[in-house]
């Protein structure tokens, strides 16, 4: 958000959900390195991805972060696959359904995809395992 701005209802739901999710360490990193070039990105993620999308009530944090994890992997998406699997933690999404989730890349778009997303998760899992961030 802007200085001279108030936070849209919007914004604020989506930067709960977003803190929920991705904690408030990654968060708080991502927003305090934000500047007046990329701010209103931010505004625009938190606000979209995080108050529209991540704060609907038709699915679970689970169901979605299953859903993101896919995606994200089947488009290459290497750190944010990385980031999706940790926030699990807080979405309630099992190493087994991230393993489905990785199946279903697998068989819809190519192994390559999920062989590399495979790598990433078991590396994110295991930092994690060993209290890393």
Same mark, same amino acid.
């Given at each position: 958000?802007?200085? =001279?701005?108030?936070?849209?209802?919007?914004?604020?739901?989506?930067?709960? *959900?977003?803190?929920?999710?991705?904690?408030?360490?990654?968060?708080?990193?991502?927003?305090?390195?934000? @500047?007046?070039?990329?701010?209103?990105?931010?505004?625009? !993620? *938190?606000?979209?991805? &995080?108050? *529209?999308?991540?704060?609907?009530? #038709? &699915? @679970?944090?689970?169901?979605?972060?299953?859903?993101? !994890?896919?995606?994200?992997?089947?488009?290459?998406?290497?750190?944010?696959?990385?980031? #999706?699997?940790?926030?699990?933690? =807080?979405?309630?999404? *099992?190493?087994?359904? !991230?393993?489905?989730?990785?199946?279903?890349?697998?068989?819809?778009?190519?192994?390559?995809?999920? =062989? #590399?997303?495979?790598? !990433?998760?078991?590396?994110?899992?295991?930092?994690?395992?060993?209290?890393?961030?």
């Amino acid at each position: 958000m802007t200085d =001279n701005a108030a936070p849209s209802e919007r914004y604020a739901k989506g930067m709960a *959900t977003r803190r929920s999710v991705l904690g408030d360490a990654h968060v708080d990193r991502a927003s305090a390195g934000a @500047t007046p070039f990329d701010q209103p990105f931010q505004t625009l !993620i *938190t606000e979209s991805a &995080w108050g *529209t999308v991540w704060s609907g009530t #038709h &699915w @679970t944090k689970r169901e979605r972060s299953m859903v993101t !994890i896919a995606l994200l992997a089947a488009l290459g998406h290497d750190d944010e696959v990385a980031m #999706h699997v940790r926030a699990t933690v =807080n979405t309630g999404a *099992t190493e087994e359904d !991230i393993r489905e989730a990785l199946m279903h890349v697998a068989v819809y778009a190519g192994v390559p995809a999920a =062989n #590399h997303a495979f790598r !990433i998760a078991k590396l994110a899992l295991a930092e994690r395992r060993a209290g890393g961030a």
